[in-house]
Structure formats: structure tokens, C-alpha cells
């Protein structure tokens, strides 16, 4: 991956896969623009790395997004590529789940992603020329008991990019909406603390790195979905043709 004096802007850059791909894209020459709401996640980010520059933000914040990203694009040049990570993810049957929590999970996994593509994708459609990335999930493709307030803002980010992609393509900007399966992150923590669906047991996470090379693998094939993971494409084809038999495994598995 050469991306040599190239500048990506990433969300959620303090953790994760964010943060891995601001040290990759850094190692390969790329200038990068880190976003967070973590001061303590950025600094980890930027330790050491002279063309990484933290921006410490709010997704959900409109006119801070907009403000981050004039900015990056006055400091470090014209955007090449964005990648959407910023996320939260507890989890929870949804009548316990707080309300309050559940309305934070749409403002920050789904509203970031509005904000951020109004801020940046206008400049590279401009340019006819940058990549736009964004983290959905297998969530976002297939619900399961337990996880309906993460699921339904990773079915929001799938139909929203979808829906972006489709009204601007063949304008220069490559589109890619990826769908892990569980990925090993400190992301999964959440799920600990509030509520684990035995589902995952059964799958353990994947690494970081091999989401990270698939967005790559999509990118130069010119595919939009992007299913890492052994069995991510089945369990979506089946999600489509079978959903009857996926909830009756769903519930199985989970015991209620
Ligand atoms: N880890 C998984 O199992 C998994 C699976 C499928 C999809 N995903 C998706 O991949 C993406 C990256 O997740 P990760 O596992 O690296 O998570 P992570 O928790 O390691 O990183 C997420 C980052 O988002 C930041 N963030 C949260 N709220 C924010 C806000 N309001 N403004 C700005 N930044 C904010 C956090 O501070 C954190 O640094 C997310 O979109 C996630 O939903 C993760």
C-alpha cells in the first residue's frame, strides 16, 4: 500500500482498527489526521509518529466536524481517504437497555458518519479523486438477539453508505462499507460489561490486520461490500435467502 505523501482523515483513530490503520497508512508515507473523543487514545496514536496529527473531536458535534476538517485539510493538504470507525457498542436486551443509551449509540455510530461524510466527501467528489471507508458490521447485515441497538445503527451506516455510493459513483471515489464479524479490540470490553450473547463464544474474533487487508483487497478490486472473516459471506447470503432458519439458530444458541 503505497500512499506516499497522500493525507487520510480517520474516526476513531484513539482505538482499534482506527488506530491501526493511522500506523499503517503512517508507515506508508500517508499524512494522517486522527479523530477522537479520546485525548488519552490519540496520544497513544500519535506517540512517535511525526506524520500523525491528533484532532481531538466529538463526531456527533456537526460544526466541529466541519471545523476539524477545514483545519486538517489547511494543515495537512486535500483529503485522499476517510475512514469512518468511530463507534460505541454496548449491548443489552432492548427494553433494558437505557433509552438514553440507545439514542447515544445512533448519534455517535450513525450521526458521526452523516457529519463526517458532509464535512469531507464533497471535496473529494470535487476532486474526483479519494476513498471512502465505513466500519458497518455483520450487525449490520444480520440481527441477533441481544445486540438490536448496535445492529440497527450498523443497518443504518450499511443503507446510508450504500445510498451514497450508489448517487455518486463513477464521480473518482472509490467506496467501501465493510462488515466484520467479531474483530479482537478493546471495543469487545463493552459487550463484557454489558451484556455478551453467547453467539460470540462460538466465533471467536478475528484479527484487526485481517480487516484492515480486506478494506485493501475491495478497494483495488472495486468492490462496495467488504465481509472479512471465515463465514461472513455465508452468513449474509443466508441472512438473505434464509432469515426464518437464522433466528431459529440465533435462538438456539442464546437459550431464549
Ligand atoms: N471490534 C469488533 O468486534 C467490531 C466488529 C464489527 C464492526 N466493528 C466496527 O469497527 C469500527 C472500529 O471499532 P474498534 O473495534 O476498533 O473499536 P474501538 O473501541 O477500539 O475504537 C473505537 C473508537 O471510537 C472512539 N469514539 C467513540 N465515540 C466517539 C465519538 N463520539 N467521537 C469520536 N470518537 C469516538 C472511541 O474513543 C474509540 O477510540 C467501529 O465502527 C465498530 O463498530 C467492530
Request: with cysteine.
Amino acid at each position: 500500500m503505497a500512499f506516499n505523501g497522500k493525507v487520510a482523515l480517520i474516526t476513531g483513530a484513539g482505538s482499534g482498527m482506527g488506530q491501526l490503520a493511522a500506523w499503517r497508512l503512517a508507515a506508508a508515507g500517508a499524512r494522517v489526521a486522527a479523530l477522537d473523543v479520546s485525548e488519552k487514545g490519540l496520544a497513544q496514536t500519535t506517540a512517535g509518529k511525526s506524520n500523525i496529527e491528533a484532532y481531538p473531536v466529538d463526531v456527533t458535534r456537526t460544526e466541529a466536524v466541519d471545523e476539524v476538517t477545514l483545519r486538517v485539510t489547511q494543515e495537512l493538504g486535500p483529503i485522499d481517504r476517510v475512514i469512518n470507525a468511530a463507534a460505541i457498542m454496548p449491548f443489552g436486551r432492548l427494553l433494558d437497555q437505557p433509552t438514553e443509551q440507545i439514542h447515544r449509540l445512533m448519534a455517535i455510530n450513525y450521526g458521526g458518519l452523516v457529519n463526517v461524510s458532509k464535512a469531507t466527501l464533497p471535496g473529494m467528489l470535487e476532486r474526483g479523486h479519494g476513498d471512502f471507508i465505513s466500519f458497518s458490521s455483520m450487525l449490520g447485515q444480520m440481527p441477533t438477539l441481544l445486540t438490536g441497538a448496535y445492529a440497527a445503527t450498523k443497518f443504518a451506516v450499511s443503507c446510508y453508505t450504500e445510498v451514497l455510493y450508489h448517487e455518486n459513483r463513477d464521480r473518482g471515489v472509490r467506496f467501501v462499507c465493510v462488515c466484520p464479524p467479531a474483530v479482537k479490540t478493546p471495543l469487545l470490553q463493552q459487550a463484557i460489561e454489558t451484556s455478551w450473547p453467547k453467539l460470540l463464544d462460538g466465533n471467536p474474533p478475528i484479527a484487526p490486520e485481517d480487516v484492515l487487508d480486506a478494506i485493501e483487497t475491495s478497494l483495488e478490486r472495486g468492490e462496495f461490500w467488504c465481509l472479512p472473516g471465515k463465514g461472513s459471506r455465508l452468513g449474509y447470503v443466508m441472512r438473505r435467502l434464509m432469515p426464518g432458519a437464522v433466528w431459529k439458530q440465533v435462538h438456539k444458541v442464546e437459550g431464549f
